[in-house]
């Protein structure tokens, strides 16, 4: 079985300060995790994703997040907020080549205010 | 051009009506999704098309009848639903892992969606 876990239902910022959204899971074996942005009325937008190699990995607008595999985390971070980047974020997991299943955990509210 | 394109983007039907959801990708993705998302939650698997034949059903209720007339299209046809199955409904793609030649490659890539509504 696998599983993700995002702690906060909903994260406040300052625009220009740091945003972290955090992300933990669990699952046997290679996890390969993925984040993803929703919009108002959207569907889900890629940001990116962790598969092996180097455990900072860069993704779209500035976004980038740390895979920890001691404290199975995979925190969603950002060095200066932008109003636009108010959204729902989910953070997700799949097994490594055990299939097309993504799990996704239940997704944190960030909040940028001016 | 990572588009996954869904129509219609609203729709409302009778528990008596017969509707179908259409989802469409030009990527050359042989791997295809239907979720159902409620408001403010994660979205659920529903089913997933590999190669177009039907590879993963989470036990939903036939009134949610899937089809994959090729590989660029996905549909889901709908029959006497119920008011509790108003959600917005999101169509995915990805290569599948049998070509991907490595995982890395397995992004989802979703479409805008379907927001239903069952009177």
Redesign the interface.
Known sequence: AQSVAQPEDQVNVAEGNPLTVKCTYSVSGNP?L?W?VQYP??????LL?Y??GDNLVKGSYGFEAEFNKSQTSFHLKKPSALVSDSA?Y?CAV?R??A????T????T?VLVKP | D?E?T?TPKHLVMGMTNKKSLKCEQHMGHR?M?WYKQKA????E?MF?Y?YEKL??NESVPSRFSPECPNSSLLNLHLHALQPEDSA?Y?C?S?Q??QTSGG??K????????T?LSVL
């Open positions: 390969y993925f993803y009325n959207r569907g889900l937008q890629f994703k598969i092996t729902l989910f799949r490594g080549a299939g097309n299943k993504l996704f955990g239940g997704g509210r | 990572t996954v869904q791997a999704y403010k939650k994660p979205p698997l997933v590999s590879s993963i917005l999101l995915a990805s599948d892992l995982l890395a397995n992004i989802q890539y979703f479409g805008a969606g927001r």
